[in-house]
């Protein structure tokens, strides 16, 4: 199976900045999408953003032009940068992967999904 370990996050004034990591672990060989949704008490799950294997990356309306993701194929992780904060990023953070499981001759597809990690941003 495949886990999703996060880290980062906390609180931060608005107008400051926070940063997200997400580790993935298991037995894939192969992520083909990495990245990050959030969801607020009451709201859907909303996508942050993401990036594929090949580097193409999606933003949410709300976070272009102030979030940054990445990934590192090495270490098997995602990362978001979170600049210009404000009150309305407050939300719990997960972190997204999906790909491949098993081997090359006997794969299956996955979608792993983080415990989540809370970001608070205060006015």
């Known amino acids: 199976q495949v886990q999703l370990m996060e880290s980062g996050g906390g609180s931060a004034q608005a107008g400051g900045s926070l940063d997200l990591s997400c580790a993935a672990s298991g037995n894939f060989f192969k992520i083909n999408n990495m990245g990050w949704y959030r969801q607020v008490p009451g709201k859907q799950r909303e996508l942050v953003a993401s990036v594929s294997k090949g580097g193409r990356t999606n933003y949410g309306d709300s976070v272009k032009g102030r979030f940054t993701v990445s990934r590192d194929d090495n270490w098997n992780t995602v990362s978001l940068q979170m600049r210009f904060l404000k009150p309305e990023d407050t939300a719990v953070y997960y972190c997204?992967?999906?790909?491949?499981?098993?081997?090359?001759?006997?794969?299956?597809?996955?979608?792993?999904w983080g415990q989540g990690i809370q970001v608070t941003v205060s006015s």
């Open positions: 997204k992967a999906d790909g491949l499981i098993g081997t090359f001759l006997n794969s299956e597809n996955f979608e792993a």
